[in-house]
């Protein structure tokens, strides 16, 4: 019996699947986990199933507890933003998955849309705009803190797998990954979903939902800015020299950001770590995929100069970035 017949029997047993001629569709998706749209008589949805090992070339381990904290975050957000998370239907705690929502065919992935030179600013500005929301309304609240009391979830997923490794990489900026993985180990401000970005994003002419917050962790909001931007940073590399006009979508994310939850002071704290992010996204554990070599080594260069500001504001690394790319011939 391969996976998913046995995934299948699983759901069966528990009562989430009940016709006997329901069936499992494999759904493209992360690295970490498996996706599968169920269709079940009339009823169509998706099952979610966290991996202790995830799919990249190098090893990386993590606890599957974290299919819990990703079913506990869309909880907690569909109680003030309902519309920017998939409904949910079913928990199994000791089979490590959960059952949602199917988002068809009106969604499509923002990823995709970026990738194909599709920038526009109204996006980022929701993006910015909800993710304000949610570090906003989470802030000082005692029941988030306790529930998303995950940093060892986080570290394993982020803080190992982004700046320890990195820094592993490039010795001489090692000091620097070190000391930003330590403050951001020690830092409790508000509710962070974790992995920010276009590809957990599904648009469609109504919603803009959220998927994959299976790092959701109550830590340092700079986290999340950083990963969205740095997503909007190395598209723009993808692209060049073609401008297709990412330099608008930073500024509306950003600007949108500050009017729901204004915190000029997290900008030194974005911009240094954002600087680290776009390094982490070529030596790191998690490598993007559409970057050849050429862009892979601007990036190594431009980390190395960035991070010899002592605290490069995002506003300094927005600036530079978008100066050095003008040059970008290849």
Same mark, same amino acid.
């Given at each position: 019996?391969? &996976?998913?017949?046995?995934?299948?029997?699983?759901? $069966?047993?528990?009562?989430?699947? @009940?016709?006997?001629?329901? @069936?499992?569709?494999?759904?493209? /998706?992360?690295?970490?986990?498996?996706?599968?749209?169920?269709?079940? /008589?009339?009823?169509?949805?998706?099952?979610?199933?966290?991996?202790?090992?995830?799919?990249?070339? #190098?090893?990386?381990?993590?606890?599957?507890?974290?299919?819990?904290?990703?079913? &506990?975050?869309? $909880?907690?957000?569909? =109680?003030?933003?309902? #519309?920017?998370?998939?409904?949910?239907?079913?928990?199994?705690? +000791?089979?490590?998955? %959960?059952?949602?929502?199917?988002?068809?065919?009106? %969604?499509?992935?923002?990823?995709?849309?970026?990738?194909?030179?599709?920038? =526009?600013? &109204?996006?980022?500005?929701?993006?910015?705009?909800?993710?304000?929301?949610?570090?906003?309304?989470?802030?000082?609240?005692?029941?988030?803190?306790?529930?998303?009391?995950? +940093?060892?979830?986080?570290?394993?997923?982020?803080?190992?797998?982004?700046?320890?490794?990195?820094?592993?990489?490039?010795?001489?900026? @090692?000091?620097?990954?070190?000391? &930003?993985?330590?403050?951001?180990?020690?830092?409790?401000?508000?509710?962070?979903?974790?992995?920010?970005?276009?590809?957990?994003?599904?648009?469609?002419?109504?919603?803009?939902?959220?998927?994959?917050?299976?790092? #959701?962790?109550?830590?340092?909001?700079? %986290?999340?800015?950083?990963?969205?931007?740095?997503? %909007?940073?190395?598209?723009?590399?993808?692209?060049?020299?073609?401008?297709?006009?990412?330099?608008?979508?930073?500024? #509306?994310?950003?600007?949108?950001?500050?009017?729901? $939850?204004?915190?000029?002071?997290?900008?030194?704290?974005?911009?240094?770590?954002?600087?680290?992010?776009?390094?982490?996204?070529?030596?790191?554990?998690?490598?993007?995929?559409?970057?050849?070599?050429?862009?892979?080594?601007?990036? @190594?260069?431009?980390?190395?100069?960035?991070?010899?500001?002592?605290?490069?504001?995002?506003?300094?690394? +927005?600036?530079?970035?978008?100066?050095?790319?003008?040059?970008?011939?290849?």
């Amino acid at each position: 019996m391969n &996976e998913s017949a046995e995934f299948l029997q699983l759901l $069966r047993q528990d009562g989430v699947v @009940r016709t006997d001629d329901a @069936r499992l569709m494999p759904l493209t /998706g992360g690295v970490s986990c498996e996706i599968y749209l169920v269709e079940d /008589g009339a009823e169509r949805f998706v099952v979610k199933r966290a991996l202790a090992k995830l799919k990249v070339k #190098a090893d990386w381990f993590a606890d599957i507890c974290r299919n819990r904290y990703e079913w &506990e975050f869309i $909880r907690y957000v569909s =109680r003030f933003l309902p #519309a920017v998370v998939p409904a949910l239907r079913h928990c199994s705690a +000791t089979g490590n998955y %959960f059952a949602m929502e199917y988002l068809g065919g009106e %969604f499509q992935n923002w990823k995709q849309q970026l990738l194909a030179g599709e920038a =526009r600013p &109204e996006a980022a500005a929701q993006a910015g705009g909800l993710l304000a929301e949610i570090h906003r309304h989470s802030t000082g609240d005692a029941e988030a803190k306790r529930i998303f009391d995950t +940093t060892p979830n986080f570290y394993q997923l982020r803080i190992e797998a982004y700046l320890l490794a990195t820094g592993v990489k490039h010795p001489e900026l @090692r000091p620097l990954f070190e000391a &930003e993985a330590a403050r951001l180990a020690a830092t409790r401000e508000c509710l962070v979903h974790g992995d920010f970005s276009p590809k957990n994003i599904l648009v469609s002419p109504e919603r803009m939902v959220l998927l994959d917050c299976e790092v #959701a962790w109550y830590g340092d909001p700079s %986290f999340d800015l950083a990963f969205m931007l740095n997503h %909007f940073f190395l598209k723009t590399l993808l692209h060049a020299p073609r401008e297709v006009g990412m330099r608008r979508m930073v500024e #509306a994310f950003w600007a949108a950001y500050q009017t729901g $939850r204004p915190t000029p002071e997290l900008e030194t704290r974005v911009g240094r770590l954002l600087v680290m992010l776009l390094l982490a996204r070529v030596d790191g554990k998690s490598p993007v995929e559409y970057l050849d070599v050429g862009r892979q080594d601007f990036v @190594r260069q431009f980390a190395r100069v960035m991070l010899h500001e002592e605290a490069p504001s995002l506003g300094v690394v +927005t600036n530079a970035w978008f100066a050095r790319l003008s040059q970008f011939t290849s």
